[in-house]
């Protein structure tokens, strides 16, 4: 069952050689990811389970490998292939500075999949093993203002404090509820994800907190801590 979850951006630049000199702008988040990440292995959990958004929905073999060279610089995180897509890069990257013990599981969902199959998948890894942990990988909108990637579109701020709303108190419903129209729309990278969070918590009471949410480039940065307890399913 789920007993934990963490929930990460995974822009390029949170690595501080990829940012170089203004490496100093994402300290803060940088923090906070790190507290997410020691919450998260403090459940005590079985398994860790990396999800992130990806081309496909595909449950990865391990030893597996991802790199930064298509975004510019020369490192490669973790053992065996490059296959790992961004988000599960960034999270590799955030294991093997905060947790390099750990062998968590990687699955990446489609940015398309439907809604009905994110709670789905979510509902089966939180069954895999008596304590799982969930490391859920995503970014909130890149159209927060003008020099945003996607320029400004007035929906996505309003979009991303929902979301941060629902991370802070652990309202899987909300998450459930996110348009997936809305978050192509919007160039909202981590809505399937989230929804896979969404099904593994599905029922079970949750503490939830806020760690950080910022959008220092125009798009939307989360990190949130969720701890999992019993059904509150009668």
């Known amino acids: 069952m789920l007993v934990a979850a963490g929930v990460f951006p995974h822009p390029p630049v949170l690595v501080p050689r990829m940012a170089g000199d203004r490496a100093f702008e ?3 988040l940088r923090a906070a990811c790190a507290e997410g990440v020691t ?5 005590d959990p079985d398994v860790v389970v990396v999800v992130g958004g990806g081309e496909d929905t595909v449950s990865y073999p391990t030893p ?3 790199t930064l060279a298509p975004y510019g610089l020369d490192l490669t995180v973790g053992q065996g292939a490059e296959v790992l897509p961004l988000s599960l ?3 590799r990257w955030l294991l093997d500075v905060h947790a390099p013990a750990h062998a968590p599981l990687f699955e990446s969902v489609s940015a398309s999949a439907p809604v009905d199959d994110c709670l789905e998948l979510g509902r089966r890894l939180a069954q895999r093993h008596r304590r799982v942990a969930l490391m859920v990988m995503g970014d909130g909108s890149a159209c927060r203002d003008v020099k945003a990637p996607g320029f400004l579109d007035p929906e996505a701020v309003p979009h991303d404090d929902d979301i941060a709303r629902a991370l802070a ?3 899987e419903e909300v998450l459930a509820a996110v348009d997936p129209r809305t978050s192509e729309r919007l160039l909202v990278s981590g809505r399937a994800a989230w929804q896979v969070l969404a099904g593994a918590a599905s029922g079970r009471s949750v503490e939830a907190e806020l ?3 910022q959008a220092p480039y125009g798009v939307g940065y989360f990190v949130a ?3 999992c307890g019993p059904s509150e399913r009668k």
């Open 89 to 91: 890069t960034i999270a």
């Open 39 to 43: 919450r998260l292995l403090d459940s």
């Open 64 to 66: 597996v490998a991802g």
């Open 26 to 28: 994402l300290d803060g």
């Open 225 to 227: 801590s969720w701890r």
């Open 169 to 171: 108190t652990g309202d």
């Open 211 to 213: 760690l950080d949410y």
